[in-house]
């Protein structure tokens, strides 16, 4: 089962993309290079992945499991809540070597449920608490896809 995780290339730069609807920004640019080119969505199950996708080959990723949601459609879904034992959402820094960066608190909407073949979008925001304090927030819309 494709578990939560957020993927984000490390550097020093400024967020960029040229779809004002898919944005990643906040204070963890002053850590991570958040800048990339597109974003896919890939939905497995009742997980949702969304890949904000560098030039350099290290993908921003949000993956979101929401099982056992009644209202996921409109609704702000608890990233650091726990289904299963698992939290909804883990933040990971991939380079190199790939880090696991604890969510304080975090939160991400859909515009509606999930399904294969139709444009979701959204926002989420998360509060680091690994690095101390950084904020990572992020827009998106994509056409959901099958793996």
Known sequence: MIRRAFVIAASLSMPSCG???NQLYGSASQLYDLSFNSVTIVMQGDSVSIEYIGSQGDPAILVVDFANIVNVANSSI???QLDSGQPRGVLQSVGTVTTDLSIEQ????FNE????????SGHFAATLSDPAGYTLDGNF???VEAP
């Open 19 to 21: 779809d004002s609807s």
């Open 78 to 80: 608890d990233l650091t």
């Open 106 to 109: 975090g939160t991400v909407v």
């Open 113 to 120: 449920i999930p399904k294969v073949g139709s444009n979701l």
């Open 141 to 143: 819309s994509a056409t």
